[in-house]
């Protein structure tokens, strides 16, 4: 009889995840694109979910021939996104029954985010993540490798002291899904941010964070 490795951890990407951000990029990237007469597609967007500010920047510039620094396009993206930021991020649906439910399971939690220390203070600023998690949390740094490179999950199971095969990460993007893959760990995709065809490589795809609960990962591992 095979045993499962048994599941201690679970790892949240935060954009689209656990904070409902996605929507706020979007009126982002779309009124800086129409800034240079440029429409914002679904297309575009999903050459950029889970790449960094700077290099969804020059994916833009590239993909529409733009005549502009893409730093100046990051920057004009980030400074529009911090202000909706500030008036408008509110929490994903079904996130905190889900947070309370592993909780009380006494499961490891940790962010893993390619959002950096500007973003990570934003979002603490209104929501406070940093303290729900209590401090467990994995942002963007220098060192860091982007999507679909493992670094951000991986750092973020040696902060839990736990081992990659023992962690499921629970992300929305293709690259998220590949880089907690190439960690050595399971992968539950939420759609919302793109369709469920692209998520494919995924342990389970959801349609909502409301289907997730210890029960659906005690599938993947026992918990």
Same mark, same amino acid.
């Given at each position: 009889?095979?045993?499962? =490795? ?11 995840? +656990?904070?409902? @951000?996605?929507?706020?990029? $979007? &009126? /982002? ?5 129409? &800034? ?8 575009s967007?999903?050459?950029? =979910? ?20 893409e730093?100046?396009?990051? $920057?004009?993206?980030?400074? #529009? ?10 929490? =994903?649906?079904? %996130?905190? @029954?889900?947070?309370?439910?592993? &909780?009380? *399971?006494?499961?490891?939690m940790?962010? /893993? ?20 998690f209590?401090?467990?949390?994995? %942002? *963007? ?6 999507? !679909?490179? !493992?670094?951000? %999950?991986?750092?973020?199971? /040696? ?25 050595? =760990?399971?992968? +539950?995709?939420?759609?919302?941010? #793109? ?5 494919k490589? /995924? $342990? ?9 609960? !210890?029960?659906?990962i005690?599938?993947?591992g026992?918990?």
């Amino acid at each position: 009889m095979v045993c499962k =490795m048994a599941i201690k951890a679970v790892i949240f990407d935060m954009d689209g995840v +656990i904070i409902d @951000s996605e929507i706020l990029w $979007d &009126k /982002a990237m779309i009124d800086v694109l129409s &800034k240079y007469g440029v429409k914002y597609t679904q297309e575009s967007k999903d050459l950029c =979910m889970g790449k960094s500010i700077e290099e969804a920047a020059l994916i833009q510039k590239n993909l529409h021939d733009l005549n502009v620094d893409e730093k100046i396009i990051a $920057d004009e993206k980030l400074s #529009t996104a911090l202000k909706y930021y500030e008036q408008e991020l509110k929490f =994903m649906p079904g %996130f905190f @029954s889900l947070f309370e439910s592993l &909780k009380n *399971r006494n499961v490891k939690m940790c962010i /893993a985010t390619a959002s950096d220390i500007t973003l990570m203070n934003a979002v603490d600023a209104k929501l406070k993540l940093t303290d729900l998690f209590l401090g467990n949390v994995v %942002f *963007r740094t220098e060192k860091h490798k982007s999507k !679909p490179a !493992p670094d951000i %999950f991986l750092d973020a199971a /040696a902060k839990l002291n736990v081992k990659p095969k023992e962690c499921v990460v629970i992300e929305d993007s293709p690259l998220g899904v590949q880089g907690a893959l190439n960690a050595g =760990m399971k992968c +539950i995709a939420l759609t919302g941010s #793109t369709k469920s065809e692209n998520l494919k490589g /995924a $342990d389970l795809i959801v349609n909502k964070l409301e289907e997730i609960n !210890p029960s659906v990962i005690g599938l993947l591992g026992l918990i």
